[in-house]
């Protein structure tokens, strides 16, 4: 998941990667046991730059992070 920050200039505020079985039915996500840590990692991370944490310092997206690595 890339997460954006805020506004018309907005930058890769943070990547997470999801490591999630696939194929994936509504119900089974539900029921994993990381979902619900993802989901709040992923909210508090949008509720962060929303208010006003700072930007990243890069705009390269490419490399892969570990979950809940901030870009920079």
Do not use: C, F, W
Request: no cysteine; proline share 10%.
């Amino acid at each position: 998941v890339v997460m954006m920050t805020n506004g018309p200039q907005a930058k890769i505020g943070k990547i997470m990667n999801v490591d999630l079985p696939r194929p994936r039915s509504r119900k089974a996500l539900l029921a994993h046991p990381d979902y619900y840590r993802y989901r709040q990692e992923l909210l508090d991370s949008l509720a962060a730059y929303e208010h006003g944490d700072p930007e990243p310092e890069s705009d390269d997206a490419a490399e892969e992070l570990p979950i809940g690595t901030e870009h920079s």
